[in-house]
């Protein structure tokens, strides 16, 4: 059995590789987009860093207007899922096994 230096030493260094692992999560930049029209950039710390759209696309009524409202939301959502599945992939094993440790800000 595992003494509990030896146990606390692993701990430290499953935490040292998690905040790695987070924190180039956090700098990596996720791309999505919606009808062909709107592309967007998170940083996987959610930041949106831009929003293009379609330099084709014309807006000639109110939905228009409304369709390219929802094209935004819709490719930011994706973004936004995209980084919640490297973060479990990335992450995940991590918060499985310090889980019960707690204080981990997870």
Do not use: H, P, W
Not at 1 to 9: D, E, F, G, S, T
Not at 23 to 39: D, H, K, Q, R
Not at 49 to 68: H, P, T, Y
């Amino acid at each position: 059995m595992m003494n509990q230096q030896a146990l606390l030493k692993k701990i430290k260094k499953l935490q040292d590789e998690m905040i790695a692992a987070q924190n180039e999560l956090e700098s990596t930049s996720f791309y999505a987009s919606a009808g062909g029209v709107v592309s967007v950039e998170v940083k996987g710390n959610k930041e949106l860093v831009k929003v293009s759209i379609d330099k084709n696309f014309q807006i000639e009524s109110s939905e228009d207007l409304e369709m390219l409202e929802e094209m935004v939301v819709a490719a930011c959502n994706q973004a936004y899922k995209e980084i919640e599945k490297a973060t479990k992939e990335k992450l995940g094993k991590y918060t499985d096994l310090l889980g019960g440790f707690g204080g981990f800000g997870f």
